[in-house]
């Protein structure tokens, strides 16, 4: 249990450094994005945590839209992992940013 709080102050600390990044990497925190490359039978599950592994929270449809982006975590080596923190209809957590895209 020691390991996983110690796991998830880092992610919180990484993510308190990252706005700025984010913002020279092509993301534009504080707008509005929309679902992309996700199946239509499918969803793009939002995780308590920016981690694959995370408890899912929610859930956004392969059609979703007017998706808040309030930050994101940038991976070094241009890594596909990078993560940003939504709110989407009163649900908050983290997806995969790889499936969102910006108007």
């Not at 996700?38 to 694959?52: E, I």
């Not at 995370?54 to 992992?81: D, F, L, N, W």
Request: net charge positive.
């Amino acid at each position: 249990m020691k390991i996983r709080n110690i796991l998830g102050a880092a992610l919180v600390a990484a993510s308190l450094v990252a706005p700025a990044a984010a913002n020279a990497q092509g993301y534009f925190v504080g707008q509005h994005a929309y679902v992309i490359s996700v199946a239509p039978w499918d969803v793009l599950n939002v995780r308590k945590w920016p981690a694959a592994y995370s408890r899912k929270v929610g859930a956004i449809p392969h059609h979703g839209e007017g998706i808040y982006v309030q930050r994101c975590i940038v991976r070094p080596h241009g890594s596909r992992s990078d993560w940003c923190k939504v709110s989407y209809y009163g649900t908050w957590g983290w997806v995969n940013s790889r499936f969102l895209a910006w108007h």
